[in-house]
């Protein structure tokens, strides 16, 4: 794609739906703006020879998706590790219910307690790239596994198990954190 | 959920230490199960099956609760923005490294 006015339509639409993604992935804006940054060059290299075939936003997704995936691989060499069921069964009683201050309020309260919010990005971020990927697509921005797997180049199955193992993660991580401070008066609008 | 033991040997019809009379074989089985659960995704006879565990297995009712709270958690995490001048240099940085190539 050449035209400029096609690149603007695209990157004014698409800009912030990636920048969402990105931020959920990296956790941290710099890298974020990066992704952004790299998933519209390679976009505006690749119009041309998009074909319509998927949806914009899984076409760029799909775009966002690999280059991270490069990115990551720059920055270390080490292979990720597998996350088993077997792992994720509770050895004592207090694994099992979460120590966080959740009770009688909604969500978006609940996410008020900063220290509620720094311990599920922390969570988000420990995972090995492999499994946050299809939960920060599946959960955070809300795809089905079908799109989430055509981004992620894997079957429904594959997606699912990932996703599930991705959640426990997180529900250990939190968990294991014992949250009890109540947190909500900061102001609104959102929380970074 | 039973609690996992390291060296448990796997008879199934040993009463748990919470009462009920199924072996941790159960809890474990729903484990791998809950994420399909939470999203509605299984048979109604499987989901019959599951709540009739959970009412008897207070320590997979708790569980369950507990990954639902981390999903809804997910799912309502609001995210950072862009400010205008931000999306505005990106833009421009963009561009610019399309031109240089």
Not at chain 1, 44 to 63: C, N
Not at chain 1, 132 to 140: A, E, G, I, Q, S
Not at chain 1, 153 to 163: F, I, P, T, Y
């Amino acid at each position: 794609m050449q035209e400029p006015d096609e690149f603007d339509k695209l990157y004014r639409d698409h800009v912030d739906l990636i920048y969402r993604y990105a931020h959920r992935l990296c956790g941290e804006t710099e890298s974020a703006k990066d992704l952004v940054q790299e998933t519209f060059l390679n976009a505006y290299q690749g119009l041309k020879d998009f074909r319509g075939e998927a949806k914009v936003s899984t076409w760029l997704y799909t775009i966002a998706s690999r280059a991270c995936m490069r990115m990551r691989r720059k920055r270390k060499g080490q292979p990720e590790h597998e996350l088993s069921l077997d792992e994720f069964v509770p050895t004592s009683e207090g694994e099992f219910r979460l120590q966080i201050p959740i009770d009688g309020l909604s969500p978006e309260e609940a996410l008020q307690n900063k220290e509620l919010r720094q311990a599920l990005d922390q969570a988000i971020e420990k995972l090995p790239q492999k499994y946050r990927m299809p939960l920060v697509l599946r959960d955070m921005e809300g795809l089905s596994a079908k799109e989430v797997g055509t981004i992620m180049g894997l079957n429904e199955r594959a997606v699912k198990s990932r996703l599930h193992r991705a959640r426990l993660f997180v529900r250990r991580e939190l968990s294991a954190r014992g949250i009890t401070h109540h947190d909500n008066h900061e102001s609104g609008g959102l929380h970074s | 959920m039973t609690k996992k033991k390291a060296t448990a040997p796997k008879k199934r019809s040993k009463p748990s230490s919470h009462g009920h009379t199924h072996g941790q074989g159960h809890c474990v089985d729903l484990l791998r199960q809950l994420s399909a659960y939470i999203d509605d995704e299984l048979p109604s006879d499987i989901c019959r099956e599951i709540r009739r565990h959970l009412g008897a297995c207070p320590n997979c009712e708790v569980f369950i609760a507990s990954l639902q709270h981390t999903v809804t958690l997910c799912r309502h995490r609001p995210a950072p923005q862009l400010t205008s001048t931000e999306r505005m240099n990106m833009r421009r940085a963009i561009l610019d490294m399309a031109n240089a190539r």
